[in-house]
């Protein structure tokens, strides 16, 4: 991949002092950034979120959006910080700080790693992104730790990724069963980014790669029940998506559903239950949870 120059960077950030508040935010101002990423204050209780934008936001519509969230979380309206970035490549930057990650059998590392790729180990090659997923996130790690060990007791043939980023989920399920996968994103951008990953990484005919908001496109439904339904989104989405969902899974199937914290597992477990399926195992890290039903 060729180095790109970024040229007018801007950086937002935005302390939420309510864990409550910080989805809420995030789909507020999601369409404002190309990528985003959220870190929890320890001690504090409450999230650094921090958003890049290809050119300046209008300050006004920021505010307006500010103060929606904060209406509908019923907190004080935060104050955010907004800088240019200097002009340096911060892809190039970005993937050079990206590190192999070991999650108990699967092994992910970028491009320019020229280690050891351990012999028993599932191996994916990805590179940071725009594209949200390369396994250091503990929604991302979460699925993986899910898939881990359904591998253990549980063949699987006919899986969906709903929402699959950088494809990274679609190949950890290329890598431990041989299936025919379909994978799904709501941005071409993930769409483009996963189907590239899947080429370098050598899994092109095991993963039908599609553009669809949820279940929207007719595709999923054309393409048969499945086994396996795995959605790393959000929480309000996958709530919204739990009769979708359990209608497209095959009868003792399984879903594994993530990018909820830790207090809103039971916004989602009753939305799946009212549809028939259960909590078998729940997977936590930094506050961040992966449910796995079926």
Same mark, same amino acid.
Request: hydrophobic residues 45%; negative net charge.
């Given at each position: 991949?060729?180095?790109?120059? +970024?040229?007018?960077?801007?950086?937002?950030?935005?302390?939420?002092? /309510?864990?409550?508040?910080?989805?809420?935010?995030?789909?507020?101002?999601?369409?404002?950034? *190309?990528?985003?990423?959220?870190?929890? +204050?320890?001690?504090? =209780?409450?999230?650094?979120? @921090?958003?890049?934008?290809?050119?300046?936001?209008?300050? /006004?519509?920021?505010?307006?959006?500010?103060? *929606?969230?904060?209406?509908?979380?019923?907190?004080?309206?935060?104050?955010?910080?907004?800088?240019?970035?200097?002009?340096?490549d911060w892809?190039?930057?970005?993937?050079?700080?990206?590190?192999?990650?070991?999650?108990?059998?699967? *092994?992910?590392?970028?491009?320019?790693?020229?280690?050891?790729?351990? @012999?028993?180990?599932?191996?994916m090659?990805?590179? @940071?992104?725009?594209? *949200? #997923?390369?396994?250091?996130?503990?929604?991302?790690?979460?699925?993986?730790?899910?898939?881990?060990?359904?591998?253990?007791?549980?063949?699987?043939?006919?899986?969906?990724? +709903?929402?699959? =980023?950088?494809?990274i989920?679609?190949?950890?399920?290329?890598?431990a069963?041989?299936?025919?996968?379909? $994978?799904?994103?709501?941005?071409?951008?993930?769409? /483009?980014?996963?189907?590239?990953?899947?080429?370098?990484?050598?899994?092109?005919?095991?993963i039908?790669?599609?553009?669809?908001?949820?279940? /929207?496109?007719?595709?999923?439904?054309?393409?048969?029940?499945?086994?396996?339904?795995?959605?790393?989104?959000l929480?309000?989405?996958?709530?919204?998506? $739990?009769?979708?969902?359990?209608?497209?899974?095959?009868?003792?199937?399984?879903?594994?559903?993530s #990018?909820?914290?830790?207090?809103?597992?039971?916004?989602?477990?009753?939305?799946?239950?009212?549809? #028939?399926?259960?909590?078998?195992k729940?997977?936590?890290?930094? =506050?961040?949870?992966?449910?796995?039903?079926?």
């Amino acid at each position: 991949m060729s180095e790109i120059l +970024i040229n007018n960077i801007w950086h937002m950030e935005i302390i939420i002092p /309510d864990q409550n508040a910080f989805e809420i935010f995030v789909q507020a101002l999601d369409d404002f950034s *190309f990528s985003s990423s959220a870190f929890e +204050i320890v001690n504090d =209780g409450g999230w650094r979120l @921090a958003l890049y934008c290809h050119q300046k936001p209008d300050h /006004d519509q920021i505010l307006a959006r500010i103060t *929606f969230a904060s209406q509908m979380a019923n907190i004080k309206e935060p104050e955010f910080s907004l800088e240019l970035l200097p002009q340096i490549d911060w892809l190039s930057e970005n993937q050079k700080s990206f590190k192999p990650i070991k999650i108990k059998r699967f *092994f992910i590392y970028p491009s320019h790693y020229d280690g050891i790729i351990p @012999a028993s180990s599932w191996s994916m090659e990805i590179d @940071a992104s725009t594209a *949200f #997923g390369t396994g250091n996130h503990g929604t991302t790690e979460g699925c993986l730790l899910a898939l881990n060990d359904l591998a253990k007791y549980k063949k699987i043939y006919r899986p969906l990724d +709903i929402g699959c =980023g950088t494809g990274i989920l679609s190949m950890a399920m290329a890598r431990a069963w041989s299936a025919n996968i379909l $994978a799904t994103d709501i941005d071409q951008k993930a769409v /483009d980014k996963t189907r590239y990953n899947i080429a370098k990484n050598k899994l092109k005919g095991p993963i039908r790669v599609e553009l669809s908001n949820g279940f /929207d496109n007719s595709i999923i439904a054309n393409n048969g029940s499945y086994d396996l339904i795995m959605a790393n989104i959000l929480a309000n989405p996958l709530r919204d998506m $739990a009769k979708d969902m359990v209608a497209n899974l095959q009868a003792g199937g399984i879903v594994i559903l993530s #990018g909820l914290l830790n207090n809103q597992e039971s916004l989602v477990i009753n939305a799946y239950m009212q549809q #028939g399926i259960y909590l078998i195992k729940r997977y936590r890290l930094n =506050g961040w949870s992966t449910l796995v039903m079926g």
